[in-house]
């Protein structure tokens, strides 16, 4: 309709544009790489001391890129598909998560099937591999209610310059609803840390059968109980739509490769936090029995 979609490295900035992107990603690019202690909650600090530390080896991430070749999802306001946002993010969060020990990672890229069996098929694949977690990556646009027109390299395209930033999808029907809920907020809050700031947009009555439950309004949880991926899954399930490609200027930020090291180095604190909860709470759980059977057993491992 608007005509052949360009890929997101392609994309050109103006002067002006590429400073805009630059003064956005500095500072918190910085804070995720340098240890700024200012943009870092000192009870995250204290939690790595106190929790066990997780098995990295052993715990497996599935980092899911949102839709696939054939059917790639939104397009962008200059006319590059979702798909390819999407694709260049899991991988920088499968690579990072792997450096950070986490070798079992697996990115998951869907084959073309019709819609909803690819939908299914991800989820089935997430419970086939045991994993610990699930991550679906994606990025957001508006309905077309919204879309305006203008001209970008000589071709008409839509855009909305009406909503900005991220969101993070769970589904009450999910085999682990709490589980999913805490991987959530932690991710919410290593993006807030970073100076990212979640779209409330979708608590709103003009999104008509879009509107979603507002878990957690510090760090922008919603609840979405129909996506198949997060309700037929047995695994904990999250679904981050990274930011709005619809939107001009979070186009440009979302194509920079400075900005995906941002949500990336978000995604695997979080991970990396998530992993020592669970292991610190498994602990808790095993600690009682295990006392109980020493106290059944003499010096010389008979029992009493």
């Not at 798909?83 to 990072?96: G, P, Q, R």
């Not at 020592?276 to 008979?302: C, F, H």
Request: with cysteine.
């Amino acid at each position: 309709m608007f005509g052949e979609p360009v890929e997101t490295g392609s994309i050109k900035m103006t002067g002006a544009a590429s400073a805009r992107v630059e003064a956005a990603a500095k500072p918190a690019a910085a804070a995720a790489t340098n240890g700024d202690t200012a943009s870092k909650p000192t009870a995250a600090k204290s939690d790595t001391t106190s929790k066990p530390a997780c098995d990295r080896d052993a715990f497996r991430v599935i980092v899911d890129v949102g839709h696939t070749a054939g059917k790639p999802g939104a397009t962008s306001a200059r006319g590059a598909y979702e798909y390819e946002f999407n694709l260049k993010l899991a991988t920088l969060i499968d690579h990072k998560l792997r450096d950070a020990g986490f070798a079992k990672t697996v990115l998951l890229i869907t084959k073309d099937t019709p819609y909803y069996a690819g939908l299914f098929k991800r989820a089935e694949r997430a419970s086939a591999l045991s994993a610990d977690l699930f991550l679906s990556i994606h990025h957001d646009s508006v309905p077309d209610s919204f879309l305006q027109k203008w001209e970008y390299q000589g071709v008409q395209r839509s855009y909305s310059d009406r909503f900005k930033g991220h969101s993070i999808f769970i589904s009450r029907d999910n085999g682990d609803y709490r589980s999913s809920l805490m991987f959530a907020k932690l991710l919410g809050q290593q993006l807030k840390d970073r100076g990212m700031k979640y779209t409330p947009h979708y608590t709103e009555k003009f999104m008509g059968h879009r509107k979603r439950i507002l878990v957690d309004a510090d760090v922008g949880v919603y609840r979405y109980d129909q996506l198949i991926v997060l309700r037929n899954n047995r695994t904990p399930a999250v679904l981050l739509e990274a930011g709005s490609i619809i939107n001009r200027d979070e186009e440009l930020l979302m194509a920079s490769p400075e900005w995906r090291g941002v949500i990336g180095a978000a995604a695997v604190a979080a991970v990396e936090n998530y992993c020592a909860e669970r292991s610190s709470a498994t602990r808790s759980v095993e600690r009682p029995a295990t006392r109980s059977a020493d106290r059944r057993t003499t010096g010389s491992g008979r029992r009493r």
